[in-house]
C-alpha cells in the first residue's frame, strides 16, 4: 500500500515540481518586491520610471506562484487522501473476515478518517518544506563561497539542533503514538455514547461513568499526550533559535577580538544565518506535524500488512476476477458441498485498550468435524448460545480458512482462487447482519418480484421499491430482517443461509416461516441451512444437527416425533 503510495507521489512529480517551482519563483518575486520598495524610497522621483512596470512584473509573479503553487499542493494532496482512502477501503474490503472481525470496527473508523487526514495535512505542507529546504542549501552554498571555515562553524551548530531535534522527534513520537491509541479507545466510547443512547438515559451511574470516565478521560488523556508531545518540540525548537543567538553572538565577539578580520565575510556571515533562521524554523515547526504523520503512516501500513489478503482480485470487476484457469463452481450443477476434517480456533481474545496483549484465555475451538450438505435438503443446525453454531456457517461459506481439514464441493477441495467463486453459491441473513437500502443494477429490472416477496413477507404496507431502493429501511426488528430476507430472495442463489432468523419474528410469522416460507424454498430447489432454537418446528427439517462445545454431537433425519423428541432432551 505505501509502495503504492510512493508511486502515485511519483506520478504526481510535475505537479509538486511545478508547485514547488513556483512557491521558490513567488517568494523571490516577493523579496524583490521589499529591495525594489526599499531602493524606490531611497532613491526618490529618479526610480519612478522603471518602478511601475518592475512592480506590476513582480506582483503578478509573486502573485501567480502563489496561486499555481496552492493550486498543485492542493491537487497532489487531495490525491493522496484520495488513493489512501481507495487503497485501505479496498485493503478491508479484501481482508480476511476473521482480522475485520479482530480488529474492531471503531479502529477501522479511525484509521480511514483521522490517520488518512493527519497525512493529507503533511501533503499539503510538502512544497513548502521543499521550499524551505533548498533556500537553507542555497543559504549554505554562499557561506562556502564567503568561508568554508564559517561554513564548517554553521554545520556543527546545525548538527547539534539537529541532534537535539531528533532526541525530542523520538519522545514526541512516542507520545504521540500514546495519544493515536487513545484516540482508537475514544472512538469505541463515541460508539457507546451514540448505540448506547436509550440505555444511557435510563442508567443514571453507566450515564456518569460513560461521561466523567471513558470519554472525558480518554480526551482529557489525549489532551495531556498532545501538549506532552508538543512540549518536546517547542522546548527543542527553542533551544534551536539558542543556538543561533549563541553563534550570531560569538561572531560578534570573535570579530571584535581580531582585528584583520575581514568585515564583509562577517557581516555577510551574520545576515545569511540570521536569514535561514525563518526557513529552518519553518521545518523545525513542521516537525511535530511531520511526527504525526509519520506515526499515522506507521498505523496504516501495519493495518495494510494485517489485512493482506489471499484473494487480492476480489475487487477486480469479472471476467479479470475469475482468471482463466481459477476454479469455477455451477450454481445449477453441484451435490454435495462438505467440510471434512475441519478445526478453527480463534485466537486468545485481546485487551482493546492495549490491542496485541493475549489474555490467559484461549480463543473457542471447533472442531474437528465434518459435515455433508446435500443439494436441496434442509439442514437445522441446532445447540447451545456459543456451541459453535455460526462459527460453523461462516467456515462453510468460506469466510473462515480452516486451520486444518477441507472444503470439498461434490469431494473436489475448493481451492483458494476459487473460494470467491464458491461463496456466489449462496444468500445469507446472518444474526448480526447488515440490511442494505440498494438493490444491485442487475436485481432493478426485478421490481416486481420484490414487490411480489415484500407482499410475502407482510412488508408491502411499510416497504415498496422505487429507483432501485427499498424506500425505508426504517422498520421494526423484525421487520428489518424479513427485509433482509427480501434480499437474499432477490439473488436467487442455490443455497441460503439463515442464523436465528425466526429469533426476532412474532409467533404468527414464526410458524409462517417454519411451515410455509421454507418449504416453499424447497420446492424451488433452494438448499437451505438454518439455525433455530425452535424446537417445535424442527420436524420442518429433513436433518437436524445438534453442536455441541464445537463438535456435532447428534444429526438426527426428524421424523413427526422429532420435535417432540428434542423437547424431552432439552428439558
Ligand atoms: N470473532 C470472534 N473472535 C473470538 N471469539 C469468537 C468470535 N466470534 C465468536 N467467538 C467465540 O466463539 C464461540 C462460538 O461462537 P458462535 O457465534 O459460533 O456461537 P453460536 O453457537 O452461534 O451462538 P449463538 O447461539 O449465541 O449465536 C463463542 O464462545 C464466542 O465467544
Redesign the pocket.
Given at each position: 500500500m505505501l509502495s503504492h503510495l510512493f508511486r502515485l507521489l511519483r506520478r504526481l512529480w510535475p505537479i509538486s515540481a511545478l508547485a514547488t517551482l513556483m512557491g521558490a519563483a513567488s517568494g523571490i518575486a516577493t523579496a524583490a518586491l521589499l529591495a525594489l520598495t526599499n531602493r524606490t524610497l531611497h532613491d526618490g522621483d529618479a526610480a519612478l520610471p522603471t518602478f511601475v512596470a518592475s512592480f506590476a512584473g513582480l506582483c503578478a509573479l509573486a502573485l501567480a506562484g502563489e496561486v499555481i503553487s496552492d493550486i498543485g499542493n492542493n491537487v497532489v494532496g487531495q490525491r493522496v487522501i484520495a488513493a489512501l482512502r481507495k487503497d485501505l477501503c479496498a485493503k478491508i474490503i479484501a481482508a480476511p473476515i476473521?482480522e475485520i472481525?479482530?480488529f474492531r470496527s471503531h479502529r477501522l473508523i479511525a484509521a480511514l478518517n483521522q490517520d488518512i487526514d493527519t497525512i493529507s495535512t503533511f501533503s499539503f505542507m510538502f512544497s513548502s518544506l521543499a521550499i524551505a529546504t533548498a533556500t537553507i542549501a542555497g543559504c549554505l552554498g554562499y557561506l562556502f563561497v564567503l568561508s568554508p571555515m564559517l561554513l564548517l562553524i554553521a554545520l556543527v551548530a546545525i548538527a547539534l539542533g539537529s541532534i537535539v531535534q531528533s532526541l525530542a522527534r523520538r519522545v514526541g513520537i512516542r507520545r504521540f503514538g500514546a495519544a493515536r491509541e487513545a484516540e482508537d479507545r475514544l472512538q469505541k466510547h463515541y460508539r457507546a455514547m451514540v448505540d448506547g443512547a436509550k440505555e444511557l438515559r435510563i442508567n443514571r451511574e453507566r450515564r456518569a461513568f460513560v461521561y466523567g470516565h471513558e470519554l472525558s478521560g480518554t480526551i482529557d488523556a489525549i489532551f495531556r499526550l498532545r501538549v506532552r508531545a508538543a512540549n518536546v518540540f517547542v522546548s527543542a525548537n527553542a533551544f534551536g533559535s539558542l543556538l543561533f543567538f549563541v553563534v550570531v553572538g560569538l561572531m560578534l565577539v570573535l570579530q571584535g577580538g581580531a582585528a584583520h578580520a575581514d568585515r564583509s565575510v562577517l557581516t555577510g556571515f551574520v545576515l545569511v544565518l540570521l536569514y535561514m533562521k525563518g526557513p529552518i524554523q519553518e521545518i523545525v515547526g513542521a516537525l511535530p506535524s511531520i511526527g504525526r504523520a509519520q506515526v499515522a503512516l506507521r498505523r496504516i501500513a501495519a493495518l495494510s500488512a494485517r489485512f493482506s489478503s489471499s484473494e487480492p482480485a476480489l475487487l477486480d470487476a469479472p471476467p479479470r476476477a475469475t482468471p482463466r484457469h481459477a476454479q469455477a463452481f455451477d450454481a445449477h450443477a453441484f451435490h454435495t458441498i462438505t467440510l471434512r476434517d475441519i478445526t478453527y480456533r480463534?485466537?486468545a481474545?485481546q485487551d482493546d485498550s492495549h490491542a496485541g496483549a493475549p489474555a490467559d484465555m484461549a480463543?473457542?475451538a471447533l472442531g474437528p468435524l465434518s459435515l455433508t450438505v446435500t443439494r436441496g435438503e434442509t439442514l437445522f443446525i441446532v445447540?447451545?448460545?456459543?456451541?459453535?453454531?455460526?462459527?460453523?456457517l461462516k467456515l462453510l461459506l468460506g469466510l473462515y480458512v480452516p486451520d486444518s481439514g477441507a472444503l470439498l464441493v461434490d469431494d473436489a477441495p475448493v481451492r483458494a482462487d476459487g473460494l470467491d467463486a464458491y461463496r456466489q453459491l449462496f444468500s445469507a441473513v446472518f444474526?448480526d447482519y447488515h440490511l442494505f437500502d440498494t438493490l444491485l443494477p442487475g436485481e432493478h429490472t426485478r421490481e416486481n418480484e420484490a414487490q411480489r416477496y415484500l407482499e410475502r413477507l407482510a412488508l408491502a404496507h411499510k416497504v415498496s421499491v422505487r429507483d432501485g431502493m427499498f424506500s425505508t429501511t426504517d422498520l421494526s426488528t423484525g421487520q428489518r430482517k424479513r427485509l433482509a430476507l427480501v434480499h437474499a430472495y432477490l439473488e436467487g442463489r442455490p443455497v441460503m443461509v439463515l442464523?436465528?432468523w425466526a429469533a426476532d419474528q412474532d409467533p404468527t410469522f414464526r410458524r409462517i416461516f417454519y411451515t410455509e416460507i421454507l418449504p416453499d424454498l424447497k420446492r424451488q430447489g433452494k438448499t437451505l441451512i438454518v439455525?433455530s432454537?425452535d424446537d417445535r418446528y424442527f420436524d420442518a427439517a429433513d436433518r437436524v444437527i445438534r453442536?455441541e462445545d464445537g463438535r456435532i454431537v447428534e444429526a438426527v433425519q426428524p421424523g413427526r416425533d422429532t420435535a417432540m423428541a428434542f423437547a424431552a432432551r432439552r428439558s
Open positions: 476473521s472481525e479482530q480463534f485466537p481474545p480463543g473457542f445447540g447451545e448460545n456459543g456451541c459453535g453454531k455460526t462459527t460453523l444474526s442464523d436465528e439455525i432454537h453442536l
